[in-house]
T-cell receptor, first 110, second 115 residues
Framework: DAKTTQPPSMDCAEGRAANLPCNHS???????VYWYRQIHSQGPQYIIH???NNETNEMASLIITEDRKSSTLILPHATLRDTAVYYC???????????FGRGTSLIVHP | DTEVTQTPKHLVMGMTNKKSLKCEQH?????MYWYKQKAKKPPELMFV???????INESVPSRFSPECPNSSLLNLHLHALQPEDSALYLC??????????????FGSGTQLSVL
């Protein structure tokens, strides 16, 4: 079972930051938070992962709260091509195999 | 090469047919995965191969038969499928570092329709 809760949908204006929240209140101390996204008709794409500290890469930033019960994925300057379903995943008991929940459908509009 | 290639992209088959889905990667990854995705639903894990051995089978019906001939190839053999098996079948691979978080690389999938 997915151990995360995400809003089903969000929208964002092109060029603005998209902040996608995720709740994972039952996360264990050694479990990572991963984000993937799936653009229509394609396979999921890895975005970023983290344990405790905030992380940044060329695609996005990941902010994890100090108690690790929630996190936020930030796309700093959203483009139309960022329209996708975004999945927040907590690895399954150390198996490190993604179990996908329902995700957030992000629509970036002009 | 950071691609996972799946063939065919689309497949239509009857309930009495036998067909195979193929997946290939040349990233040196030692773990390979099959996921099934119904429309508007998240992907569901079916099988995991680790170092060419089946390590996880998520109670998948025997009409789905995975095969990993070598570390670069993964097949899914299909036989006597039902219309409810129509879905997008996704292949993925990862390094299989055993005790460290994994990034999965996914193919674009095979859209399967069972008539």
């Amino acid at each position: 079972d997915a151990k995360t809760t995400q809003p089903p949908s969000m929208d964002c204006a092109e060029g603005r930051a998209a902040n996608l929240p995720c709740n994972h209140s039952t996360i264990s101390g050694n479990e990572y938070v991963y984000w993937y996204r799936q653009i229509h008709s394609q396979g999921p794409q890895y975005i970023i992962h983290g344990l405790k500290n905030n992380e940044t890469n060329e695609m996005a930033s990941l902010i994890i709260t100090e108690d690790r019960k929630s996190s936020t994925l930030i796309l700093p300057h959203a483009t139309l091509r960022d329209t996708a379903v975004y999945y927040c995943i907590v690895d399954g008991g150390g198996s490190y195999i993604p179990t996908f929940g329902r995700g957030t459908s992000l629509i970036v509009h002009p | 090469d950071t691609e996972v290639t799946q063939t065919p992209k689309h497949l239509v088959m009857g309930m009495t047919n036998k067909k195979s889905l193929k997946c290939e990667q040349h990233m040196g990854h030692r773990a390979m995965y099959w996921y099934k995705q119904k429309a508007k639903k998240p992907p569901e894990l079916m099988f995991v191969y680790s170092y060419e051995k089946l390590s996880i089978n998520e109670s998948v019906p025997s009409r789905f038969s995975p095969e990993c001939p070598n570390s670069s190839l993964l097949n899914l053999h299909l036989h006597a499928l039902q219309p409810e098996d129509s879905a997008l079948y996704l292949c993925a691979s990862s390094q299989d570092q055993r005790d460290r978080p994994e990034k999965l690389f996914f193919g674009s999938g095979t859209q399967l329709s069972v008539l």
